[in-house]
């Protein structure tokens, strides 16, 4: 099958021949068709198969054969996790409607809002944002949407992984409620197919290959290793194979730093790339690594989905990801789109536990591969592959009037329960019994009978409590003392 038997008009097909794109992919051929018809649809495929063209192409063609955008308008939207993904969205959906009149932009956080708000004044075709940054356009007026159209939501389950759910139930509020709804990420858990009960309707439901699946065209091994021997392995490794262009992948941020400064020690030209940059040093960062003027680029896993390198051919696990499906993500920046890639992962023995959840999620042995010199001191064992798990059932929310606190409808007040009711461990001396103070205790007796000595002060016992001997006697304006009343 080619490009032109999907039916996209003759603009997009010179854009797609001008890229060296011929026949599409499974995703692509299964997509296109079931967007331009004006559908709605959930589609899931492997990182790396062509998910983006599978939305952007049939968007633009639709988007051509509308209405004008009006000022500060937009007619798509498309909404993503992070801002390296955004901007390989954008810039895809810029080379490909290259040959059209339509405009498209992208805004993201990091950076200053005052230029983005001024773009958008013209109005925009295709947006591509996240979803904290578009907020705060609308919140300034700097973005409308009542002549939307079309909306995405690109890598769906990392949007929620990353905590944007609440986010995204405020744009979706200010959306018409007419319009096309498109669902596109690598993997669709339950709170994925809960979220989209409410947004998507009477959907196509497109899966090109198994749920959590990597792609057959990365080979991947493990190397098992002594956790205090993995830097000195990751170089080893780069060096002995030759390797140049290499993405890395540490779990912090401050143990991605730690690793370039290390790499540059052993004269290998590195840079990192997470949270804590700056958006101009990420994305310089990502524009040197692309063009060959670094050998490792270092990245935490909010990144993982936005690094869209042709032919990428190597990645290293430094850490294994505390989320299985994360694996899934950052092997897919190599082997796309066809290509062929490796995907290597330093494992030590307190990382048993993870390699375990990610052999039990893509349902597959990642194969043991010692290295010279490095053979563990704490040998990594063999565990047996263990049964999927069963996916959760999204909770179903209680009714209004069940929604009570457990402690106020079945626990009275303190102050309500009566002496009884109390443990015994709970009740004022004042509420026991003579035998429970012991045997030698006596009940107070008169203040007009008890005993005084020689100086006027009381023999008897000081009975009361700590708060009673605290509370100040004040006089009042009848002459009289407050209590005494």
Do not use: C
């Amino acid at each position: 099958m080619s490009f032109t038997e999907l039916g996209l008009n003759d603009h997009l097909l010179q854009a797609l021949s001008e890229k060296g794109y011929q026949e599409p992919t499974p995703i692509q051929a299964a997509a296109i068709p079931a967007v331009l018809e004006g559908r709605d649809v959930m589609a899931a495929a492997q990182t790396g198969t062509g998910k983006t063209a599978g939305f952007v192409l049939p968007m633009l063609q639709l988007l051509a054969q509308g209405p004008k955008v009006r000022a500060n308008s937009v007619r798509a939207l498309v909404l993503t996790p992070t801002r390296e993904l955004a901007a390989q969205v954008e810039d895809n959906a810029e080379y490909y409607g290259r040959h059209t009149t339509l405009k498209t932009e992208v805004v993201f956080g990091g950076v200053k809002i005052n230029p983005q708000m001024q773009r958008l004044r013209g109005g925009v075709d295709l947006l591509v944002a996240t979803p904290g940054r578009l907020l705060d356009l609308h919140s300034q007026n700097a973005v409308r949407f009542d002549q939307l159209e079309i909306l995405v939501l690109d890598e769906a389950d990392r949007m929620l992984d990353m905590g944007f759910i609440r986010d995204i139930r405020k744009i979706l509020n200010l959306l018409p409620a007419k319009r096309q709804n498109l669902l596109f990420s690598a993997t669709f858990s339950a709170e994925i197919k809960d979220l989209a009960k409410g947004l998507v309707h009477n959907p196509v439901e497109v899966s090109v290959s198994p749920e959590n699946a990597t792609a057959h065209t990365v080979e991947q091994w493990l190397i098992p290793v002594d956790k205090s021997a993995k830097t000195r392995a990751l170089i080893e490794v780069i060096k002995r194979n030759s390797w140049y262009q290499v993405l890395v992948f540490s779990r912090t941020k401050h143990g991605a730093n730690r690793l370039v400064a290390q790499l540059d020690k052993a004269d290998i030209k590195a840079a990192a790339i997470h949270g804590n940059k700056s958006q101009g040093a990420r994305t310089r960062a990502l524009q040197e690594f692309k063009d060959g003027d670094i050998q490792v680029l270092v990245a935490t896993d909010i990144a993982a989905r936005g690094i869209d390198i042709k032919e990428l051919p190597h990645v290293i696990n430094f850490d294994l990801p505390n989320i299985a499906e994360d694996y899934v993500h950052r092997i897919g920046r190599t082997g796309r789109a066809g290509s062929v890639g490796e995907a290597v992962s330093l494992v030590s023995l307190d990382e048993l536990d993870l390699l375990i959840e990610i052999e039990r999620l893509t349902q597959s042995r990642i194969e043991r591969r010692e290295m010279e010199g490095f053979t563990p001191n704490n040998p990594l064992p063999e565990i047996a592959l263990k049964a999927p798990r069963k996916p959760k059932k999204p909770k179903t929310p209680k009714p209004e009037g069940e929604q009570k606190s457990r402690g106020n409808s079945e626990r009275k007040p303190q102050r309500d329960r009566k002496p009884s009711d109390r443990k015994p461990d709970e009740r004022k001396s004042s509420d026991r019994k003579p035998s429970d103070r012991g045997d030698n205790h006596k009940p107070r007796s008169n203040s007009n009978s008890t005993a005084k000595n020689s100086s006027g002060a009381s023999n008897a016992p000081d009975n009361r409590t700590n708060s009673q001997r605290r509370r100040r006697r004040r006089p009042s304006g009848g002459g009289e003392v407050n209590g005494n009343r």
